[in-house]
C-alpha cells in the first residue's frame, strides 16, 4: 500500500496507515476510501474474539455493515459524507489450505461486495492501462508496479492521494512482517501540492 492521505478539512496531503495488521492470527488489511472507515473497522477487528483469516472472513460483513453506520452516524468523527470504501483481508485460510485474499467493496446502502482473488490484485488499476507487467511476484516488481499507479492515477487526477511511501506485508503460515520498499513521492511534493 501506500502512505498519502488527504486531510477532510483542508484538504492537505499526509503520510497514514492504509494498511493495518492483526499479527496474532497473521491477517493484513489494507484499505481505500477514507483512512476513518479502515480505523474504525481495525477497532472491531481488534476487538473481535476471531483468531484466525477464516474466522475474520466469517464476520466481515457484519463489521463492515457496523463500521459503515457509525461513521454515517457520527457527524462529529466524520465530516463529510463516507466515501465508497474497499477493504482488502490477506492471510492464510486453513479452510482452503493456502494464503487467500478477499476484497470487500462498497456497493451502495445494502452493504458490501465479496470478491475472492487468489491471483495478482492491484488496485488502483484502470484496464485502459493495459495488462502488461500486473506479476507482482517480488518486492521489486511490486515497485515498478507501485511507480506506475503513481504515476499514470495522478495524470489522470492530479489531486488523488496517491504516493507517499510503498508499505510491504509478507504474510506467511505463520508470521507477518511489515516493511518501507521506498519513497513513491517526496513530503516536498506533497506540500507544494496542498498549497496550489
Not at 483542508?10 to 483512512?35: C, Q
Not at 515498478?144 to 495524470?155: G, M, N, R, Y
Not at 510491504?168 to 521506498?182: C, G, I, K, P, Q
Amino acid at each position: 500500500v501506500d502512505t498519502e492521505a488527504r486531510d477532510q478539512d483542508d484538504g492537505r496531503y499526509f503520510e497514514a496507515s492504509k494498511m493495518l495488521t492483526l499479527p496474532h492470527a497473521n491477517v493484513a488489511i489494507a484499505g481505500r476510501g477514507d483512512t476513518a472507515f479502515v480505523n474504525v473497522l481495525f477497532s472491531l477487528l481488534h476487538n473481535n474474539v476471531a483468531a484466525s483469516f477464516d474466522a475474520y472472513e466469517d464476520v466481515m460483513p457484519a463489521l463492515l455493515a457496523q463500521a459503515m453506520a457509525y461513521l454515517k452516524g457520527s457527524g462529529l468523527v466524520f465530516k463529510r459524507p463516507v466515501d465508497e470504501p474497499g477493504i482488502a483481508i490477506v492471510g492464510t485460510s486453513r479452510d482452503r489450505g493456502s494464503m487467500w485474499c478477499v476484497t470487500y467493496q462498497s456497493k451502495d446502502d445494502t452493504g458490501f461486495t465479496a470478491q475472492d482473488i487468489d491471483n495478482v490484485y492491484l488496485s488502483p488499476w484502470a484496464e485502459a492501462w493495459g495488462r502488461d507487467g500486473l506479476q507482482a511476484t517480488t518486492p521489486h516488481h511490486a515497485q515498478v508496479i507501485s511507480q506506475e499507479q503513481v504515476a499514470k492515477t495522478l495524470e489522470g487526477d492530479p489531486a488523488a492521494a496517491i504516493g507517499g511511501r510503498l508499505l510491504l506485508a509478507e504474510v506467511t503460515r505463520d508470521d507477518l512482517r511489515l516493511s518501507t520498499l521506498e519513497r513513491l513521492s517526496t513530503l516536498e511534493r506533497l506540500s507544494n501540492r496542498a498549497s496550489t
